[in-house]
């Protein structure tokens, strides 16, 4: 059947190790750290963590330029670790996904050493190389203002070479077979080790032509085809969730018509416009993004995320909207990144507003989507702008009032710990939220909860209500003879709004409230009217609770007319 796809209805949770918990006193988060907070992550009911990459690296880009795919990097643990945290997981029923960065290597990886030390070596290929300097070489840096250019000359190599991001992590030429076979190999390794699937870093570059030549680079979208395959061959329920920040236009070559290609994708499109409708109060735009991408074949999905480790980009917006967002979340230079983002954590952004937070929240869980939730955001963690570019979002995590937040015994956390103002350990901790009912801990637990209790997210086909109001965004699901319906006030006033639920029949006219008493009867016409409080949110299940007597084992539609289950 095809809800049996895992990735389709969970609640993903992104973690690194080394700010997790460190349990040696050396400073740095390990994998027997994290394996004792396991009880926590099945607490909150995730149901699968995305970890941030933990391989050997010498740790310039947060682990994203590995010097050993085939390896744990001795700071986190070994290999044995490894295996004890992924069947830890398995034990609790949560899945785990891993970073696969393979567009580029660390400048340390020994393919790299081997292959700039001659141009015989058999791994001089493995990267992309020029004898002169290109053309282009100033253009299409991907951290403008701290990255200089995309081509470097490497002394002892004689010759230039590509990196799309930093200058020590040169790209690894894709078109390369040898290089290709390798990616499957890493890939099979780890599933072996008992991944359910890989967070694919910068698939865009990956497959894109290279070279001094390319002026346009040329996405080959074959390729994802062949990554697939293999997986699917491997472990047929191991998935690739893309970071591919692309134009809806663009969204079905990554997919494939035929679902054939990459299972999950993050979307960027629609994040940047939910910062949009959170900082104006206008939903419309962010309608037109849900609408843009709504076309995506039924195994595939969307990756629903508010804040990840990165700088929140808001390259897609007009220059209108960006300015907007920088003027509500980021006003201060130093809050901003790379000409096009903003550095901060999100509760900080929002101004520690619970109203605003949970409406940012319950918008990012009932959204088309997986939603993806990072670590430290179920407490609404702060961030430190002392510390550089992107790591002021990046602090360890804070468990508790004891020393350095309870995250390591040792002296000096790898990352200081927030402990300073508002966000500070000492009142943001997750001791303290455990034992208050109405801490952001124990809101997001309960919502993780309904989220998975409302699989129609996750499977149904969506529609946008209107309620001719642009402060308020409305939106309904349909799957299998049972359908919800979420409404969102964007504004800080109170709106009142008015809508038909837009389906025929009598169940239409009950909105059973999920998560309060305050449910909606409608006028004789099918109307309801709903007051909404500023940043009011309302998740409804139309017609009554009997609706798991109703629910079908295949779809109908409208029509009545019948769809095959898988
Ligand atoms: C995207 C990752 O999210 C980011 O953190 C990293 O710096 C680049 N890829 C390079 O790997």
């Not at 967070?199 to 390319?214: E, Y």
């Not at 994802?224 to 692309?246: C, K, M, P």
């Not at 983002?341 to 999100?346: E, K, M, N, V």
């Not at 349909?478 to 409404?487: A, E, G, I, K, Y």
Request: glycine share 8%; aromatic share 12%.
């Amino acid at each position: 059947m095809i809800d049996d796809l895992w990735y389709k209805n969970g609640v993903i949770y992104c973690l690194s190790v080394g700010t997790y918990m460190d349990s040696d006193g050396d400073g740095i988060g390990d994998f027997r750290g994290l394996q004792r907070r396991l009880d926590y992550l099945h607490g909150l009911g995730i149901t699968a963590i995305w970890l941030m990459p933990f391989q050997t690296s010498p740790g310039r880009d947060n682990g994203y330029d590995i010097s050993d795919y085939y390896s744990v990097d001795p700071r986190f643990g070994t290999l044995g670790d490894f295996v004890e945290f992924t069947h830890g997981c398995k034990q609790r029923g949560i899945r785990v996904i891993i970073d696969l960065v393979v567009n580029h290597t660390s400048d340390q990886h020994k393919w790299f050493r081997e292959a700039r030390r001659s141009k015989d070596s058999e791994y001089r290929d493995w990267y992309v190389w020029s004898d002169k300097k290109p053309a282009n070489a100033n253009t299409g840096m991907v951290f403008p203002g701290v990255q200089k250019s995309t081509w470097t000359r490497d002394k002892e190599a004689g010759a230039w070479y590509f990196h799309r991001f930093y200058d020590f992590q040169p790209d690894l030429n894709t078109s390369n077979p040898h290089v290709q076979a390798e990616i499957l190999k890493i890939m099979g390794f780890w599933i072996q080790l008992g991944v359910s699937g890989f967070r694919m870093d910068a698939v865009p570059f990956i497959i894109a032509t290279k070279g001094p030549k390319v002026r346009k680079p040329v996405e080959q979208y074959d390729m994802l085809r062949s990554l697939r395959e293999f997986l699917q061959w491997r472990q047929g329920d191991s998935i690739i969730l893309a970071e591919a920040n692309v134009l809806p236009e663009t969204d079905m070559e990554y997919f494939g018509a035929d679902g054939d290609r990459m299972h999950m994708m993050f979307n960027f499109h629609v994040n940047q416009h939910l910062f949009y409708a959170l900082a104006s109060g206008d939903s419309r735009p962010l309608m037109k993004s849900l609408k843009a991408t709504k076309p995506r074949p039924a195994t595939a999905q969307w990756g629903l995320f508010l804040r990840n480790h990165d700088e929140l980009d808001l390259g897609r917006l007009t220059k209108a909207q960006q300015q907007s967002v920088f003027k509500a979340f980021g006003p201060d230079k130093d809050m901003q990144l790379y000409d096009r983002g903003i550095r901060r954590r999100l509760a900080p952004m929002l101004g520690g507003d619970r109203r605003r937070l949970e409406l940012a929240y319950s918008l990012m869980f009932t959204l088309p989507g997986t939603p993806v939730l990072r670590y430290g955001d179920e407490l609404a963690m702060g961030d430190n702008l002392d510390l550089p570019e992107r790591e002021c979002a990046r602090t360890p995590m804070q468990w508790s009032t004891e020393p350095h937040a309870g995250f390591t015994e040792g002296h000096k956390p790898c990352a200081p710990v927030i402990d300073k103002g508002p966000y500070g350990y000492e009142h943001v901790n997750a001791a303290k939220q455990r034992r208050d009912p109405n801490s952001m801990l124990n809101w997001t637990e309960r919502i993780v909860r309904m989220r998975k209790e409302v699989p129609e997210i996750g499977w149904g086909d969506f529609e946008v209500i209107t309620v001719r109001d642009p402060g308020v965004l409305a939106i309904r699901y349909d799957w299998r003879n049972n359908s919800v319906l979420f409404v969102h006030n964007l504004d800080e006033k109170p709106r009142e709004v008015s809508f038909k639920v837009g389906l025929p029949g009598e169940a239409s006219k009950l909105l059973v409230n999920l998560l309060t008493e305050d449910h909606s009867r409608s006028d004789k016409g099918g109307r309801h009217t709903i007051l909404l409080e500023g940043y009011g949110y309302r998740w409804y299940r139309v017609g009554g609770l009997d609706y798991l007597l109703k629910r079908s084992d295949i779809d109908t539609d409208a029509a009545g007319k019948t769809a095959h289950p898988a």
